[in-house]
């Protein structure tokens, strides 16, 4: 019998796309959701109706993670649980001997200071000091999601080196992460779908986005793959827990890439130059690269998959 895999997250771009790729690889999945409606949005997406996955695809409502045991339920009979959210989970998890492997969704933001050196490399593996208990106030939200990414790398190296669990933990740290968002069904939800495509949107709709990005990003297609080769790989010494998909860019090429591939839909307006700068980092992930045996794809393809996607909503002509 295929492996049960439980996944989170499953109604944003990263999850779902991962889902789509464990029931094409033919896993069983589990998918957690905060209500039915949004469980609805998943099985009733066109992708997964065409698959007719029948009893290999089933959903359980969990309204709040943050409960003890929340997981409980959730990881029975569950071999690989890739995961958004994790304390809860890896405490439920000790409690499941079928878990062999949990694969935690984490972000580049987790591995570098707020304002990271540019000149300093980066990996998945490194880790930022925490100096003393976190602040009880943040100046604005991003600074609040960097600082939960960086604990959460901490305390779940913490977690596996004093609890000895008899799973293996691994961490996927992505930068921004752009392409097809397949949740998307109208025009209308490419540009406010909430994910990272957002930004890439608005910047060629000739918005301007107020604040910096991180100068890393990884396609949704490779992220997907990345995954499931993670969930895969047998733990060992020579196997590592940590996991980078990102590649380095500058955003200011953005409007370049769609003037090259669609020039009616810049001639007529569709598309128009908009903003969005770069906070430049240095960011290695030549060992994903390396295990999944080829180069993560180029930012190119990343906007225009996008933008393509955008024109087919709107029912333009490609050419």
């Excluded at 949004?38 to 089933?58: F, H």
């Excluded at 596996?160 to 933990?169: K, T, Y």
């Excluded at 903003?275 to 980092?281: D, H, Y």
Aim: aromatic share 8%; proline share 8%.
């Amino acid at each position: 019998m295929a492996p049960l895999v439980l996944i989170t997250g499953a109604t944003g771009l990263i999850g779902f796309r991962v889902l789509l790729e464990a029931l094409n690889n033919g896993y069983n999945v589990r998918f957690t959701a905060r209500s039915g409606e949004k469980a609805e949005k998943v099985t009733s997406n066109p992708l997964i109706q065409a698959l007719s996955p029948g009893d290999r695809l089933s959903s359980i409502i969990m309204p709040d993670t943050t409960v003890d045991g929340a997981f409980d339920a959730a990881l029975q009979d569950v071999t690989y649980p890739t995961i958004k959210g994790v304390s809860n989970l890896l405490a439920s998890a000790m409690k499941v001997p079928s878990i062999k492997r949990i694969v935690i969704t984490s972000s580049i933001v987790g591995n570098m200071p707020p304002i990271p050196d540019p000149f300093t490399t980066v990996t998945a593996a490194s880790r930022v000091h925490l100096p003393g208990p976190p602040p009880t106030g943040f100046p604005n939200l991003f600074e609040a999601y960097a600082l939960a990414k960086i604990t959460e790398a901490n305390q779940t190296d913490a977690f596996v080196e004093n609890n000895n669990p008899h799973f293996s933990v691994a961490h996927i740290m992505p930068g921004y992460v752009f392409g097809r968002n397949e949740l998307a069904l109208t025009a209308d939800q490419v540009l406010q779908e909430n994910s990272s495509n957002m930004y890439l949107m608005a910047c060629i709709t000739g918005k301007e986005i107020p604040f910096p990005l991180h100068g890393g990003y990884v396609h949704i297609d490779d992220l997907a793959a990345v995954h499931l080769k993670v969930l895969c790989l047998e733990p060992g010494p020579e196997t590592p827990s940590n996991f980078g998909a990102c590649t380095n860019i500058d955003y200011s090429v953005i409007f370049g890439y769609i003037e090259k591939a669609f020039p009616n839909a810049v001639a007529d307006g569709t598309f128009k130059r908009g903003k969005l700068a770069t906070l430049p980092i240095a960011y290695d992930s030549s060992e994903t690269e390396k295990r999944l045996g080829r180069r993560l794809r180029s930012f190119e393809d990343a906007v225009v998959d996008a933008a393509r996607q955008y024109l087919e909503k709107l029912g333009k002509e490609l050419a």
